[in-house]
């Protein structure tokens, strides 16, 4: 029975690359994927999607007011039996759009795999998070370690003096040089002034970077 499957993190725990080995697994099968990821983020180019260690795909982009069930339908339609869709971050999707994935697995009986992040740098849920939470079958969290060597759940936005920023907007694309996983400890001391963290710059082995789907 198709399910929808949230895996969440904090940032850096490796949700991309588990996506890919995911639709990877379907490929070896013999079975078709679909991998949608939010128009919004280009950091490594339109319609693909990049892990941090240079793994990357093509994928199917879509707009914050886009119908997901059609998009699904539409690739259905011109490509083929679909045996799995996978979501890149999806904490960016729209309510109306988890609702629409929901779709997907009750009226076109396909799994939809869903990663993104939980709480944004202020340490509230995105509205996709939050829907996905609600609606989802299964949810499975993907872990990675803080600096303290605690378990990472909380995300810092910091300047390029590793201070943490407080105000702005929710969504702000960045990597490494923006966005910093710690645990909810670290998280109190780094918003409150008391501490800092190293910054690291994102870098991605584009030179060893190899397809691992269609």
Known sequence: MAK???HYSAMNAG???TLLQSAYNYHERG?????MTPALDDRYGEGVVVSRIGLKTSAQRFTGDADLLAQVRADIEANGELHCVLVDEAQFLARAQVWQLT???DILGIPVLAYGLRTDFRGEL???????LAWADSLEEIKTICHSGRKATMVVRVDEHGRAVRDGPQVEIGGNERYVSVSRAEFK????GEGRVELQQSVLPLERTQDTAD
Request: no cysteine; hydrophobic share 45%.
């Open 31 to 35: 079975m078709r994927t679909l991998v």
């Open 189 to 192: 001391k780094i918003m409150s």
């Open 103 to 105: 779709d997907v697995v």
């Open 15 to 17: 949700k991309t690359t």
């Open 4 to 6: 929808l499957y949230f």
């Open 126 to 132: 995105f509205e996709g998070s939050r829907h996905l």
